[in-house]
């Protein structure tokens, strides 16, 4: 997982300067929203799981997450929201791939489409860059939950890929058809993880000047600050060197 640590620090990053509580819990809401139309049944739903544990990790009220299930069980008010994936170039050609959950198809592709213009990138069709990313499943605990080799060992004994852990945390690496087992299998032993869900990795990173990962941060920082997209992936390699000049 090459690189790994050096991204998660950089979103740390932003997670310390995205104070937006309104907006991350929009976010989550969503998830939570589309995840209870597979099925409101707790038990049986492990990306509803996974999704209320991600919103209890942000402090989310119960009511919020409450609300949100209604909405997809028609108990409440709500939109119909789709899952859409966007894929580009941000500046010197780095990959870039954008995921949303929207109940405005061409709304969002138009605000997509700005927030890559004005960073000097530009949106691509599907499939432009998603073959220089591996779809796997993440599962991440804080590091004060196990030891290194403890964590390591049962998430292997649990059917994981592949384990990194640091001062900070445990990420869980799986291939995405044992995300589930391995989650259950973890939580059993150690709780509900932070997260718990299918994240693109990028084959071989990219490596940049830290102007042009300011650029890309902005890139970054617009689609974030859109309601609509869940995630962002990059194929940058977020060196210290680049997180310490972004920090600054």
Known sequence: MAGHSQFKNIMHRKGAQDKKRAKIFTKLAREIT????????????????????????QNMPKDNI???IKKATGAGEGDNY?????????????AVIVEALTDNRNRTASEVRAAFA????NLGETGSVGFMFNRLGEIVYPADKAGADEMFEAALEAGAANVESDDESHVIETEIEELNNVREALTEKFGDPE???????????????????????KLVDALEDND???NVWTNVNWTDEIAAALDN
């Open 118 to 121: 004005k960073s000097g990138g």
């Open 34 to 57: 589309v995840s209870a139309k597979i099925s409101d049944d707790i038990n049986s739903n492990p990306r509803l799981r996974a999704a209320i544990a991600a919103a209890r990790v």
């Open 228 to 230: 609509d997209v869940q």
């Open 195 to 217: 997260s718990a869900k299918l994240v693109f990795r990028a084959v071989t990173e990219a490596d940049i000047s830290i102007d042009q990962a300011q650029s890309i941060m």
């Open 82 to 94: 789709e899952e859409v994936r966007y894929e580009g170039y941000g500046t010197a050609g780095v």
């Open 66 to 68: 409450d609300r949100a």
